[in-house]
């Protein structure tokens, strides 16, 4: 029997402070670039052959696309942690069902396809949980509105429907993208095991690992991530063009252009 849960919510202490953990690290990564991903969204979404947008010059296009450039944080946090949560909640969940199946301790090596599928079931969590705060987040860094004016503007243009523009879309993009996450970051830690004698940071004669064999420890998994994040979003960039176009639209009802 499973034991009791860790402060009413966590099933153990480790996985309250992997959660924790990942949430603090996600609200100063997105203070740090938000602004980055806010450009990013308004380039997506921007008008078609508009004639206003031909006739200014570079730099009145791109200060335009810096203005205001924290739109959108607020769902962007409160979005991000959510996700952290499930993401990697889910993830844990569809793996510990593989080990099980398999009769595998935990933390055993799973086979890559199955690393996938676990991802992949991440994904359609966050898509069926999460869409509403992501819809948000674009409409907001799009058209550069506060919460409760995005918020109003959806509600009054297309009701409950308006939060949930593009929802079979995300079904689409995030499992496929959080399977090849997952499972090029699991083929690349491995990769980095292999190469290494020993696969830990080797310790000293006291017993314990030097500072920089540990730096250079962190600093693999660090690359890994960063390697597996790019292939992540680079698989999907396309159909995160069209989202950014249908979530971030200022048209409402039969008015609207992406449907």
């Known amino acids: 029997r499973p034991g009791p849960m860790y402060l009413l ?37 921007g008008e078609r052959g508009s004639a206003e947008a031909g ?18 944080i607020g769902p962007h946090l409160l979005q991000y942690s959510a996700l952290n949560f499930v993401r990697f909640g889910s993830f844990a969940a569809a793996r510990g069902y593989f080990e099980r199946r398999q009769g595998s301790p935990p933390g055993a090596p799973l086979p890559l396809p199955e690393i996938f599928a676990c991802g992949a079931f991440s994904g359609a969590c966050i898509a069926a949980a999460l869409h509403p705060l992501w819809v948000l987040k674009t409409h907001q860094q799009a058209n550069r509105l506060g919460v409760v004016e995005a918020a109003g503007a959806l509600w009054r243009g297309e009701g409950i429907r308006g939060f ?30 292999a190469a290494r004698t020993p696969p830990e940071p080797p310790s000293t004669a006291s017993g314990r690992a030097s500072v920089v064999d540990v730096a250079l420890h962190m600093a693999g998994r660090a690359g890994s991530g ?23 639209e200022a048209r409402y009802g039969d008015q609207r252009g992406y449907r």
């Open 9 to 45: 919510v966590f099933p153990n202490r480790d996985y309250a402070v992997g959660s924790v953990a990942g949430v603090l690290a996600s609200t100063v990564s997105i203070i740090a670039a938000h602004p980055i991903e806010a450009v990013k969204v308004r380039l997506q979404s």
């Open 55 to 72: 006739q200014r010059s570079a730099w009145r296009r791109l200060l335009a696309l810096l203005r205001r450039p924290y739109c959108g």
């Open 226 to 248: 960063a390697v597996a994040g790019v292939l992540c979003w680079t698989s999907v960039f396309p159909l995160d063009v069209v989202q950014s176009r249908m979530l971030g």
């Open 164 to 193: 949930f523009r593009g929802y079979v879309s995300g079904f689409a993009r995030f499992p496929f993208a959080l399977g090849v996450f997952f499972a090029s970051y699991e083929a690349l830690k491995r990769s980095g095991a």
